[in-house]
């Protein structure tokens, strides 16, 4: 097997990878946000619901979130299932959305009710206040555990396989089934080493632009 | 008329009442020292005239206009309490200055934002935005900051980031300055910078209305003195009343704490 037809091979699988961890983030950093407000709202009932729903999320596996979403709507209700990769990316922004959801709220509820006040005294709306004071103060706070958590998520695309979507351990893996060479394996590791060092680069550069101010 | 009118405020928190029927005026171009214990109500007296908390009963009435009145509450939308809030101005005790801003862009961000509202913005805009600005800086420099324009308020000293909260507080133009305890997060070394500038706005007759324990300071720069205690009015007169002839035995037990440092 030569290295170029392997690195064909491991790049597809990257591209199945890059496409859940974009999409994923895409879709569960707004959908995160929406969930926050609902955790922190007056309403007690939406509250408790989403209060709940966070727990249910966080409190099972993804993997298991993934075959369920991949099997469910057939065997539950007899409905056609999701295409695999619809699938993996419904389980994925519901179960990152519960995560970040829990980040935004740590990072609103810790900005001092005075910045709030002194809005207010000024004569600002509320939501001029939110987007005008708050939010940067927020998104500096939050920075180091979001880094956190978008670095698992590179990783944790991984179990997508689980309903067979070929992301790029499943094609590494198959080279030890067809080929009995295990080096693969480890190339693609390197991948992933160097997303996250990548990623890794970007949050640092984020924090050095956030630190103009401190909170 | 008196610009400031309150009557019978009163506010309740978990059924102890903090605040049991406040009455005070405050004629325009004076100022109002406020003082007490801690625990006393004054803190949330200044509070509900900024209306961060709402009253549970009393009248509040700004240059004859009723801005507040307790038997009707509950009629207040966001926009009213905004526009109401603008009567007063509220420095706080610990500043609250915006820190992603400089010292600056804290003065004229809510000055802009509220600009906006105005019908002529869209055609004016820049001679608006340029007149905020403008005004900004004259009062930075009022209060001794005009080369402290674009620090960020963690590269200011205490004292200079409470400055910079005054000239944000004097940049939308309130009828009536409010000053919560506006020296008591501050080293003794920077409270004499923070009263100076208090002092300057005295002599040049701002209305102002100042909580603070620093009791020289309040007999020197006040023309009036409230000194509330349990809730209540216990006695309010010139500096001269409260200060020298006190009448209340509370007053007087409350002072000599005082004058003992």
């Known amino acids: 097997m030569t290295f170029a037809a392997v690195t064909g091979k491991l790049l597809e699988g990257f591209g199945v990878t890059c496409t859940i961890f974009i999409l994923t983030l895409i879709l569960a950093i707004p959908l995160g946000l929406i969930i926050s407000f609902g955790s922190m709202s007056r309403l007690a009932p939406l509250r408790w619901l989403t209060k709940t729903l966070v727990w249910i999320i966080r409190g099972t596996p993804l993997m298991l979130q993934v075959i369920i979403v991949f099997y469910g709507p057939g065997l539950i209700f007899g409905w056609a299932s999701f295409p695999r990769i619809q699938a993996v990316l419904i389980a994925f922004v519901i179960n990152y959305a519960a995560y970040f959801s829990e980040i935004y709220r740590s990072g609103i509820e810790s900005i001092p009710k005075g910045q709030y006040e002194a809005g207010q005294v000024l004569g600002m709306t509320r939501t001029q206040i939110f987007f005008r004071v708050i939010l940067l103060q927020v998104v500096k706070r939050i920075v180091p555990p979001m880094s956190n958590e978008i670095i698992t998520l590179v990783k944790d695309t991984s179990l997508a396989r689980v309903i067979a979507v070929r992301e790029i351990i499943m094609e590494a893996e198959a080279f030890i089934k067809l080929e009995a060479i295990i080096w693969p394996l480890f190339y693609s590791g390197a991948f992933y080493l160097l997303f996250c060092g990548i990623l890794t680069l970007l949050f640092g550069y984020i924090e050095r632009k956030l630190s103009y101010f401190k909170v | ?261």
């Open chain 2, 1 to 261: 008329m008196a610009i400031l009118e309150v009557r019978g405020i009163k506010k309740c928190f978990d059924g102890a009442w903090v605040l049991n029927g406040i009455d005070f005026s405050l004629e325009k171009g004076e100022s109002l020292a406020i003082i007490g214990s801690s625990g006393s109500g004054k803190t949330t007296l200044l509070r509900c005239l900024n209306f961060l908390e709402i009253a549970d009963g009393g009248t509040i009435s700004v240059g004859g206009e009723v801005i507040f009145d307790g038997d009707n509450p509950s009629s207040f939308t966001e926009r009213e309490i905004r526009r109401k809030r603008l009567h007063f101005g509220l420095v706080f005790q610990s500043f609250n200055l915006f820190p992603q801003y400089t010292a600056l862009k804290n003065v004229t961000l809510a000055g802009e934002l509220l600009a906006r509202e105005r019908p002529d913005y869209k055609e004016n805009r820049k001679a608006i935005l340029a007149e905020i600005d403008q005004n900004a800086r004259a009062l930075l420099e009022q209060v001794g900051l005009s080369d402290k324009l674009d620090f960020y308020p963690h590269q200011l000293s205490g004292g200079q980031q409470q400055r910079v909260a005054i000239a944000r507080a004097l940049a939308q133009g309130p009828d009536i300055l409010c000053f919560d305890e506006p020296t008591s997060a501050l080293d003794p070394e920077l409270t004499g910078e923070v009263l100076r500038v208090i002092r300057g706005l005295a002599d040049k007759k701002t209305t102002m209305v100042i909580v603070t324990h620093e009791m020289q300071f309040a007999r020197e720069v006040s023309d009036k003195v409230l000194f509330i205690d349990n809730g209540v009015v216990v006695e309010y007169g010139t500096p001269e009343e409260i200060f020298v002839h006190p009448k209340e035995s509370r007053t007087k037990q409350f002072l000599e704490r005082y004058s003992g440092n």
